[in-house]
């Protein structure tokens, strides 16, 4: 195993950044905020690499390197870790060549584009013996863990029902154009693993998350941050164990029903899987916010014949089936406090376990992909826990995995 650098409690952890768009700004502002020092920025797009440094280096007091090209942070010995917030696409080579470098890794969400990748970074992580912790943050927030607590008590008595929701307003891309890439990007870099295909706005920053070839739909996008806390009252339901946690069997709708824009995903979805002793409910809207359900944008519920527990990025609270209410308690949006990624610096540190552990996150990014495998199949789909596989389905397992363009294939680890 690697020989991680030992490093004293007060010692400043030195972190690379491998993109900074969008949740990577966020991400290294908090690794800055949380104690940690990013000696190298890279991003393949120079807009991003002349906007972002200099907020960086201002916030940390330190002049910050930057390229273009992720080896180079990788090769760099004084790193102790990276933060990887690129296009899902990317993940698994990026998060693979991390791992076999030595580096300590914070992967964002959802962890990859498919089953077969979460198993391949699962057993980097181990071999590696590194610490990775994956972007969903809700693992790290005080009122899911005041939450899942209570759930430890049984007060809920039997769960037969767990719902968890988004109500979101995605408004239209429109259909603009093919056209030429910005000269600030290499555009076939970009695309890497993904298919050829000429350039298009709405496949590029952020945007991409609304095509099959990048992203994982809404499910993989906000719900995996929901659904890793529904797996995490499951496991608290199964006293911590983690051999439960995926379904058996999952069936729903899910189309566009409302804009006819070049968006591939769904914007109306509801997704039921089976547990084979509860059920769990899936929502999106991302046509209307308004009158969401249980008054939430965003929420879970784990609903029993004693009691219900609720979930929103504001709150947690009980209720009982007289009608009367039990504990609670209102608490600001963590989504955004830093404590994920402070836990991860603490982590590279203490060489202990981080709060969403890459198989927490992969057990959730699995999830993800089961729902997105009868999405895009237009039917239920049987599942098999033990295996990971869809037994004998042919069409579903073709989704297990998927083919990477040449040259950008996966690195043998």
């Known amino acids: 195993n690697w020989n ?108 990859t584009t498919n089953i077969h990748d979460g198993h391949l970074l699962r057993d980097a992580v181990k071999k590696s013996n590194r610490i990775a912790q994956v972007g969903t943050q809700n693992r790290s927030a005080i009122k899911f863990q005041k939450g899942m607590e209570f759930l430890k008590s049984g007060k809920l008595g039997k769960i037969c029902e767990i719902n968890a929701w988004d109500c979101q307003v995605r408004p239209s891309v429109g259909n603009p154009p093919d056209a030429a890439p910005p000269a600030t990007i290499d555009y076939d870099v970009w695309l890497g693993p993904a298919p050829k295909r000429p350039f298009n706005e709405n496949r590029f920053h952020y945007k991409w998350r609304f095509f099959w070839d990048y992203g994982n ?23 911590g164990s983690l051999d439960s946690s995926l379904p058996t069997r999952c069936s729903g709708n899910s189309r566009i029903y409302w804009l006819k824009d070049a968006k591939e995903i769904p914007d109306t979805q509801v997704l039921t899987y089976d547990y084979g002793d509860f059920m769990l409910t899936w929502q999106l809207r991302s046509y209307a916010r308004h009158h969401p359900i249980n008054g939430w944008p965003e929420g879970i519920t784990f609903v029993g014949n004693e009691g219900t527990l609720e979930f929103s990025y504001h709150h947690w609270q009980v209720y009982y089936k007289d009608g009367s209410k039990g504990p609670g308690e209102e608490i600001a949006d963590e989504r955004n406090n830093g404590a994920h990624e402070k836990n991860f610096i603490e982590c590279i540190k203490s060489r202990k376990q981080p709060n969403s552990h890459i198989e927490l996150g992969r057990l959730a990014t699995t999830v993800c992909h089961i729902g997105n495998v009868c999405t895009r199949l237009g039917r239920e789909v049987t599942f098999d826990p033990k295996t990971e596989t869809f037994g004998n389905d042919k069409e579903a397992n073709a989704f297990l995995s998927r083919e990477y363009r040449k040259p950008y294939v996966l690195p043998k680890v």
Not at 8 to 36: E, F, P, S
Not at 226 to 231: A, E, I, P, S, T
């Open 4 to 111: 991680p650098r030992a490093m004293a409690a007060n010692d400043k952890v030195v972190l690379g950044l491998i993109g900074g768009h969008n949740q990577g700004r966020l991400d290294g502002t908090h690794a800055i905020a949380g104690g940690a020092e990013i000696k190298t920025f890279c991003d393949i797009d120079q807009a991003m690499l002349d906007e972002r440094t200099p907020e960086f280096a201002k916030l940390q007091g330190k002049e910050i390197a930057t390229t273009k090209e992720y080896r180079k942070v990788l090769d760099d010995k004084d790193i102790d870790g990276v933060i990887i917030a690129v296009p899902d696409h990317w993940h698994t080579i990026i998060g693979l060549n991390a791992l076999a470098a030595g580096k300590d890794i914070y992967i964002e969400k959802p962890l």
């Open 217 to 239: 739909s809404e499910l993989g996008n906000l719900g995996v941050h929901l659904l890793d806390v529904v797996l995490w009252g499951i496991q608290t339901m199964r006293g």
